[in-house]
RNA sequence: GCCCCCGUAGCUCAGUGGAUAGAGCAAUGGAUUCCUAAUCCAUGUGCCGCAGGUCCGAUUCCUGCCGGGGGCACCA
């Protein structure tokens, strides 16, 4: 039981004792200064649902609890008092009960601990990344694979079974146009002779297609050939296709090893193409579909969601062709029922841009039509653009920021950062690149999460990406500070374990363990709403709470032994939050900095 | 035309049906004999896009409008 939940249910047996009710949930917020308490209970539900005034409620309240008996000698109320402001009732807790919580039982009950009386864990498979094999992965991708991780992990958190699948498209013109370019141009050259990675040196052949293609619009004709022989089998386009998909996926697992992206799953696209045709139809002979007049079959989309088109007639899809190849939504039908059924899914969420929800609605309709009861539990997690100063990116014209290259950059930036401050050079060049890759790709990683993933993000190159304010860095840097205290502190003989924390209250550690007590509801509120932003701004604020600790009270050097075990214990228990928040956004912690 | 997202401080963004709407950046000044100054403290600005409606109370919910972005299948 979370600890909010426990002050909650304090005060529901203090108002059925007074009113005879049930109250409805309450919530519990945070006065507005300190000086006024811990937590506060809005009386605005229990105002309507009694029919009296808040302020009245909130008054009666505090009198009630003052007049109510104590609890026995040697056992701890959580509320020691509650006073009426208005509409709030405002509760100083019981400093002992709210550390001692804090510090020693905030990782016993669910999200982190299982419940034992908790149902089978739910399969969730979380897809995301998605990427082509024409191009290197860009910025878009970062934003993409830090969601999907995130989400991953939060749902994790949250009890689910968790599977995270990638579905590469490894087929199509745009690879042809790549391929076409290389064999023409390209004059037997490989990753290996040119010294590049392989993503990179695939994607400057599309690049050069384009360019080419802009002076010979035949080429265009020509990348469609190779895409029928392709589809035909040929031999020599095969391998061709194979041995330029396998330089981009060596690429592909460098750069996915730096930023920490990992799957359970990987699909093909060139091996689930096919799928889908005959579920489509079946369908057709279930009447879920029907031929249209072109021959096309076509699926007619529920006007309660979907409305009705401009000359009023309800919308329709076309599922296939009448020639029968497939299209995106064809294999998507295929492709997803697969995945649920190898994988005994209870819920399937899509990470993929906005620009694709049309797409998921029409897919997640069909589905639903089709008989397929979890198709109301997939969730298009859709999530805004990534924009340059110049506008969207566009692969074709080179337009991107390269996911590698802004790694490296900002690595390289905090490589300089770390140097800077190392000035007695003690560190070794290893040391240094192994802070810098956790400080460059976490700041990264960071930049993209904070914001809701509803958001547009405009990305400033020119700024690039600071490790000052709300970031990751001041996240990590936090707890590394937190790991230096922890060490000099043992080294003194402090020890958290004999904390009782009866020496702990002032505003800054009230303010800090406030903080901390949410963490639980924190992530489990963004893990049902696919919001890693919320851990985002959670962690930031907890590192801030700590840092304004930190500048006005001293652990080592605090008046007694017992302080000092206390505020450790406490400090402990905030580096804990911090650590495992910063781990569920897949962000990497350092002890040094 | 229709659908979705966004509109809050100079900039980038949080936020909530309820206490005085907040952070970061940028600017200015200050703090280190002391646990890491990638830190902390102080100083300012807001028709919360506009107009109605619901409510005891709306920046938050509803409707309409304005502005920006994305999408509207037979490309993926």
């Known amino acids: 039981m979370t600890f909010i939940r426990l002050i909650a249910q304090e005060i529901a047996q203090v108002i059925r004792d007074r009113y005879n009710i049930a109250p ?16 506060a209970v809005e009386c605005f539900p229990l105002a309507k649902q009694l029919k009296t005034a808040p302020t009245v409620i909130a008054a009666e309240l505090a009198t009630h609890m003052a007049a109510s008996t104590p609890p026995p000698a040697g056992e701890d109320r959580l509320i020691e008092k509650a006073t009426a402001a208005g509409p709030y009732l405002n509760l100083t807790l019981n400093t002992r009960a709210y550390f001692d919580y804090t510090c020693r039982r905030l990782f016993t009950a669910p999200p982190f601990a299982l419940d034992p009386d908790a149902p089978p864990p739910p399969r969730v498979m979380v897809e995301y990344l998605s990427p082509n094999t024409n191009k290197p992965l860009h910025l878009g991708h970062l934003r993409n694979g830090a969601l999907g991780m995130a ?11 968790v599977t995270k699948a990638n579905l590469i498209n490894d087929r199509g013109v745009h690879i042809c146009k790549s391929m ?12 290996d002779s040119r010294g590049v990675k392989g993503d990179a040196f695939v994607g400057d052949w599309y690049v050069r297609f384009s360019r080419e ?20 089998g040929d031999a020599e386009t095969r391998d061709t296709w194979q041995m330029m998909n396998r330089w981009v996926y060596a690429g592909f697992a460098e750069t996915y090893a730096k930023l920490g992206l990992t799957f359970d799953a990987v699909y093909y696209e060139s091996d689930t193409y096919t799928l889908g045709k005959q579920m489509v139809e079946d369908g057709l002979a279930r009447n879920v579909f029907i031929r249209d007049e072109n021959g096309n079959i076509v699926f007619t989309l529920p006007q309660d969601r979907f409305g009705l088109d401009e000359k009023g007639a309800p919308k329709r899809i076309t599922v296939l ?19 649920v059924t190898e994988h005994r899914l209870d819920r399937c969420i899509f990470v993929v841009g906005s620009e694709q929800q049309f797409h998921f609605h029409c897919l997640f309709a ?45 690595t390289e930036l905090a490589s300089e950062e770390i140097r800077s401050r190392d000035t007695e050079a003690q560190l070794s060049d290893a040391e240094v690149s192994e802070r810098a890759a956790k400080i460059g790709t976490g700041a990264i990683k960071f930049y993209l999460l904070r914001v809701k993933p509803t958001q547009d993000i405009h990305f400033d190159p020119k700024e690039s990406i600071s490790f000052d304010g709300f970031t990751g860095p001041y996240c990590q840097y936090a ?21 009782d924390h009866t020496t702990l209250g002032n505003d800054e550690e009230r303010l800090l363990a406030g903080q901390l007590v949410r963490f639980p509801e924190t992530v489990r509120k963004a893990a049902a709403e696919h919001n890693p932003s919320l851990v985002a701004t959670f962690l930031f604020d907890t590192a801030k709470l700590f840092n304004q600790f930190y500048n006005r009270h001293s652990v080592i050097r605090a008046d007694s032994a017992a302080c000092q075990n206390d505020r450790l214990s406490l400090t402990a228990a905030t580096a804990r939050v911090l650590k495992k928040g910063l781990h569920l956004l897949n962000i990497e912690t350092l002890e040094r900095m």
């Open 24 to 39: 409805e949930p309450l919530k519990i917020g945070t006065p507005p200064n300190a000086a006024l308490g811990d937590m």
């Open 151 to 161: 989400v991953a992990n939060l749902q994790t958190a949250a009890g689910a079974r």
């Open 180 to 191: 076409l370019a290389w064999q023409r141009w390209g004059k037997g050259e490989t990753p």
């Open 213 to 232: 293609a802009e002076k010979d619009p035949s080429l265009e004709d020509g990348a469609q050939a190779m895409l029928r022989r392709w589809e035909e």
């Open 321 to 339: 062709r009448p020639d029968g190849t497939s299209l995106y939504v064809t294999q998507d039908i295929g492709t997803t029922v697969k995945k």
């Open 366 to 410: 069909i589905l639903e039509a089709l008989g397929y009861a979890w198709a109301r539990s997939c969730h298009h997690l859709s999530y805004g653009m990534v924009y340059l100063p110049e506008g969207k990116m566009k692969s074709r014209e080179g337009k991107v920021v390269d996911a590698d290259d802004l790694v490296a950059r900002m």
């Open 479 to 499: 707890y590394a500070r937190i790991c230096g205290i922890v060490l000099k502190a043992r080294e003194m003989g402090v020890d958290e374990a004999k904390a």
